[in-house]
């Protein structure tokens, strides 16, 4: 059972994905609700609603995510009815199965899928992410986001209780054994054949930093929004977050973050970039 879950997992949430006449992804309610396991569309309404104020709280016009619509069905002999439905974006299917029956296998699975998705999409559309042109540019984009963000997880992980130097290490690595399938700081260095005095994050594309970047701020709303105390608490939800994100990458079919090809790093990069702003002074 759990290996054709799995193997379902793969391709549900893509499969029911549908494409507007401006080539806009969208879903609807009443297949989000058949793969979510509600017996009758009515037992989904609610959950619809809360989405509806969970979006409107989260300052985003409803609308603009959450639209009612009439479908036409076949009833037999080619008579048609029309039934009410509601075009969702990514960022509704989120809000949905946050609000949707936690005890539903089929529904931690669509958290994670939506979550890590939507993040990977609102970095994609940042204005500033979108102007950027080059991979070089990405990456030095994505890495100073990483580098703010990872400031903030600190500070939550402060909270919960990793103090010492040594206990946030341990606690990073075990963001690290998640995301990348049982490799820490030391092995990731070895598998990618950098210097210890490399750092890991300044060697990485710009689809390897998305990947971490998206690891680092759910740890910290995690840590934040349960408010988790405790070191071995806080070290197995960075494990948690961080095991969840390589799941998703692996039922999209990307290629796993230990197997990313190293890059130069942003270092020189940031040197070169410095030289050329110099030089085109003079």
Request: aromatic share 6%.
């Amino acid at each position: 059972m759990k290996k054709q879950m799995e193997n379902l997992n793969k391709t549900i949430f893509e499969n029911i994905k549908l494409l507007d006449l401006n080539n806009n992804e969208y879903w609807t309610a009443r297949d989000l609700s058949k793969v979510l396991e509600y017996s009758e569309f009515r037992h989904f309404k609610p959950v619809i609603d809360r989405a509806k104020e969970a979006c409107k709280n989260s300052g985003f016009k409803v609308s603009d995510h959450i639209e009612d619509i009439l479908d036409m069905i076949e009833l037999g002999k080619g008579a048609l009815r029309q039934i009410d439905n509601v075009k969702l974006s990514r960022y509704a299917c989120y809000l949905i199965v946050q609000n949707a029956d936690p005890s539903k296998e089929i529904v931690a699975i669509g958290q994670t899928y939506f979550a890590v998705q939507t993040r990977l999409q609102e970095i994609q559309q940042m204005q500033a992410y979108q102007q950027l042109k080059t991979e070089d540019a990405k990456r030095i984009f994505l890495r100073q986001e990483l580098a703010a963000h990872n400031k903030q997880l600190a500070d939550a992980a402060k909270n919960a209780g990793v103090i010492n130097p040594i206990d946030y290490a341990i606690f990073q690595n075990h963001g690290y054994l998640g995301l990348y399938g049982g490799l820490d700081a030391k092995g990731i260095h070895q598998q990618k054949k950098l210097k210890k005095s490399e750092n890991i994050l300044d060697h990485m594309g710009s689809t390897e930093l998305a990947a971490n970047l998206f690891r680092s701020t759910q740890t910290e709303d995690k840590l934040r929004r349960e408010n988790i105390k405790g070191k071995q608490k806080a070290n197995q939800t960075h494990f948690d977050v961080g095991k969840k994100v390589r799941k998703t990458i692996i039922e999209l079919g990307g290629m796993l973050p230990e197997n990313l090809p190293v890059s130069e790093s942003i270092k020189k990069i940031n040197k070169k970039e410095a030289m050329k702003k110099m030089n085109s002074k003079k």
